[in-house]
């Protein structure tokens, strides 16, 4: 949820700097990236809360315990390892899987380096809402879901059922799948995680059906109870070639990956980031936070390093 990355290689990159508003990250770099001699680190926030937890928490501790100025960019997920390459941003907190950046950075040319777990085991699958499974029990089959197609049809999925997907940017084999699978569905985007939750709260406040592309770890299943649907058993390769893939995603432990010089040259950030490793549950207390409790990023990474101090400091030393 290999996870959300970009399915077009032409997407808009946007820059969420200090108050700057939107910038072409492909003509302009953070003022603060590789910056020379001074205590600086640009951080590659992806759209996704769960990302946007790593970073604040990084932001916080960098800022309050070591003294470095951070600065934050949007970038979707391909787009990101080229600015991570050039420099342009110093690390990526949380990577779902992409192979052929690895060779091409990492192996190749070796301007990015790994930068070791983020601790967190990703997953996408589709789900279903948990109520849903309660008055049709075997729903939860992918073999049994024509037989359902008719309860998730919505005025966008064109007499289909509807398969909910998020945003186009973020990695899904979901069109392959309905078609190979040969699935009465069709893929509708909600056009961001954002969006893709208030519908799914929305369906869920009217205890409606709903099929949708959702991903662990995320704080939404706290809210809302959902069940997954069992696809072919996902197989080492099975999804090699995009358009055959007939298998479920597979489970991916997230990666974190740091500008080569940087990784070398970055002193005690480069460090602490090498370093920065928490669970799961850590994650989405922070995302919970964000999303449900409507605290800033700033506010919910204080929040939970006033409260985790053990963990943490731990990535200090």
Same mark, same amino acid.
């Given at each position: 949820?290999?996870?959300?990355?970009?399915?077009?290689?032409?997407?808009?990159?946007?820059? @969420? /700097?200090?108050?700057?508003?939107?910038?072409?990250?492909? &003509?302009?770099?953070?003022?603060?990236?590789?910056?020379?001699?001074? *205590?600086?680190?640009?951080?590659?926030?992806?759209?996704?809360?769960?990302?946007?937890?790593?970073?604040?928490?990084?932001?916080?501790?960098?800022? %309050?315990?070591?003294?470095? &100025?951070?600065?934050?960019?949007?970038?979707?997920?391909?787009?990101? #390892?080229?600015?991570?390459?050039?420099?342009?941003?110093?690390? =990526?907190?949380?990577?779902?899987? %992409?192979?052929?950046?690895?060779?091409?950075?990492?192996?190749?040319? &070796?301007?990015?380096?790994?930068?070791?777990?983020?601790?967190?085991?990703? %997953? =996408?699958? #589709?789900?279903?809402?948990?109520? @849903?499974?309660?008055?049709?029990?075997?729903?939860?089959?992918?073999?049994?879901?024509? *037989? +359902?197609?008719?309860? $998730?049809?919505?005025?966008?999925?064109?007499?289909?059922?509807?398969?909910?997907?998020?945003?186009?940017?973020?990695?899904?084999?979901?069109?392959?799948?309905?078609?190979?699978?040969?699935?009465?569905?069709?893929?509708?985007?909600?056009?961001?995680?954002?969006?893709? =939750?208030?519908? =799914?709260?929305?369906?869920? !406040?009217?205890?409606?059906?709903?099929?949708? +592309? #959702?991903?662990?770890?995320?704080?939404?299943?706290? *809210?809302?109870?959902?069940?997954?649907?069992?696809?072919?058993?996902?197989?080492?390769?099975?999804?090699?070639?995009?358009? !055959?893939?007939?298998?479920?995603?597979?489970?991916?432990?997230?990666?974190?990956?740091?500008?080569?010089? $940087?990784?070398?040259?970055?002193?005690?950030?480069?460090? $602490?980031?090498?370093?920065? &490793?928490?669970?799961?549950?850590?994650?989405?207390?922070?995302?919970?936070?964000?999303?449900?409790?409507?605290? /800033?990023?700033?506010?919910?990474?204080? *929040?939970?390093?006033?409260? %985790?101090?053990?963990?943490?400091?731990?990535?200090?030393?």
């Amino acid at each position: 949820m290999s996870r959300r990355t970009t399915l077009t290689a032409a997407v808009a990159l946007l820059a @969420l /700097t200090t108050g700057c508003g939107a910038a072409d990250m492909t &003509r302009q770099a953070s003022p603060f990236a590789n910056a020379q001699g001074a *205590k600086t680190v640009t951080l590659s926030v992806q759209s996704w809360v769960g990302a946007q937890s790593n970073v604040a928490v990084a932001q916080y501790l960098l800022e %309050h315990e070591l003294g470095y &100025r951070v600065d934050t960019v949007q970038v979707d997920e391909v787009p990101a #390892w080229d600015a991570l390459s050039q420099g342009r941003v110093d690390a =990526i907190m949380e990577d779902w899987g %992409h192979p052929d950046q690895e060779q091409r950075y990492v192996t190749d040319k &070796r301007t990015i380096a790994r930068g070791g777990d983020l601790g967190v085991t990703g %997953h =996408i699958g #589709w789900f279903v809402p948990t109520y @849903l499974v309660k008055q049709h029990p075997d729903i939860t089959d992918w073999r049994n879901l024509n *037989k +359902y197609a008719s309860l $998730f049809r919505t005025p966008e999925s064109g007499g289909k059922g509807q398969l909910m997907d998020g945003s186009p940017s973020y990695v899904t084999n979901d069109k392959a799948l309905v078609t190979n699978l040969k699935l009465d569905y069709q893929v509708v985007f909600a056009g961001s995680e954002a969006a893709q =939750i208030t519908q =799914i709260r929305q369906f869920a !406040k009217e205890r409606k059906p709903f099929l949708t +592309y #959702w991903y662990t770890p995320q704080w939404l299943f706290k *809210k809302v109870p959902m069940t997954e649907v069992k696809l072919p058993a996902y197989k080492e390769g099975c999804d090699a070639d995009t358009a !055959k893939v007939a298998c479920a995603y597979p489970q991916t432990p997230l990666q974190k990956y740091l500008n080569a010089d $940087f990784a070398k040259d970055g002193g005690k950030a480069a460090a $602490f980031l090498k370093k920065f &490793r928490w669970t799961t549950e850590d994650q989405d207390q922070v995302s919970l936070m964000i999303a449900d409790q409507k605290l /800033t990023p700033q506010e919910a990474a204080k *929040k939970w390093a006033d409260s %985790h101090p053990q963990v943490w400091k731990a990535w200090l030393s």
